[in-house]
Protein backbone atom coordinates (compact mmCIF):
# COMPACT_ATOMS: atom_id res chain seq x y z
CA UNK A 1 0.00 0.00 0.00
CA UNK A 2 1.62 2.68 -1.17
CA UNK A 3 0.74 6.39 -0.50
CA UNK A 4 1.93 9.82 -1.67
CA UNK A 5 2.28 13.00 0.52
CA UNK A 6 0.99 16.04 -0.94
CA UNK A 7 1.39 19.77 0.61
CA UNK A 8 -1.35 21.95 1.58
CA UNK A 9 -1.80 24.84 -0.25
CA UNK A 10 -3.05 26.55 2.47
CA UNK A 11 -1.14 25.62 5.90
CA UNK A 12 2.10 24.38 3.87
CA UNK A 13 1.45 20.81 6.16
CA UNK A 14 2.28 17.74 4.59
CA UNK A 15 -0.07 15.12 4.14
CA UNK A 16 -0.63 11.62 3.09
CA UNK A 17 -2.88 10.81 -0.06
CA UNK A 18 -3.55 6.65 -0.28
CA UNK A 19 -3.93 4.76 -3.38
CA UNK A 20 -7.95 4.09 -1.74
CA UNK A 21 -8.62 7.70 -1.53
CA UNK A 22 -6.30 8.46 -5.36
CA UNK A 23 -8.78 5.51 -6.97
CA UNK A 24 -12.11 7.04 -5.16
CA UNK A 25 -10.83 10.65 -6.30
CA UNK A 26 -9.90 9.29 -10.03
CA UNK A 27 -13.67 7.54 -10.06
CA UNK A 28 -15.64 10.29 -8.82
CA UNK A 29 -13.12 12.53 -11.63
CA UNK A 30 -11.73 14.65 -9.08
CA UNK A 31 -8.04 15.33 -9.12
CA UNK A 32 -6.35 14.94 -5.97
CA UNK A 33 -6.95 17.77 -3.19
CA UNK A 34 -4.96 20.41 -2.49
CA UNK A 35 -5.45 20.87 0.80
CA UNK A 36 -5.14 18.49 3.83
CA UNK A 37 -8.24 16.87 5.78
CA UNK A 38 -8.40 19.75 8.25
CA UNK A 39 -8.34 22.60 5.95
CA UNK A 40 -10.60 21.07 3.16
CA UNK A 41 -13.31 20.70 6.50
CA UNK A 42 -12.15 24.08 7.33
CA UNK A 43 -13.38 25.40 4.05
CA UNK A 44 -16.47 23.34 4.12
CA UNK A 45 -17.49 24.87 7.41
CA UNK A 46 -16.87 28.82 6.10
CA UNK A 47 -18.46 28.23 2.83
CA UNK A 48 -21.40 26.55 4.95
CA UNK A 49 -21.33 23.22 2.58
CA UNK A 50 -20.37 20.94 5.41
CA UNK A 51 -22.43 18.10 5.22
CA UNK A 52 -25.77 17.90 7.04
CA UNK A 53 -29.24 16.91 6.47
CA UNK A 54 -29.68 19.20 3.67
CA UNK A 55 -27.92 16.52 1.65
CA UNK A 56 -30.35 14.51 2.07
CA UNK A 57 -33.35 16.58 1.19
CA UNK A 58 -31.21 17.38 -2.22
CA UNK A 59 -30.60 13.44 -2.82
CA UNK A 60 -34.27 13.15 -2.42
CA UNK A 61 -35.18 16.11 -4.84
CA UNK A 62 -32.77 15.10 -7.86
CA UNK A 63 -34.85 11.59 -7.32
CA UNK A 64 -37.73 12.84 -7.50
CA UNK A 65 -37.17 15.35 -10.27
CA UNK A 66 -35.16 11.92 -12.57
CA UNK A 67 -36.95 8.70 -11.22
Known amino acids: MDALYLTCVQCDDEFEFTEEEAERYDN ?5 P ?4 VCRRHKRKEAGTFPSHRHSQ ?7 KYA
Not at 34 to 37: A, I, N
Not at 58 to 64: A, E
Open 28 to 32: MGFDP
Open 34 to 37: QRCP
Open 58 to 64: KKRDYQR
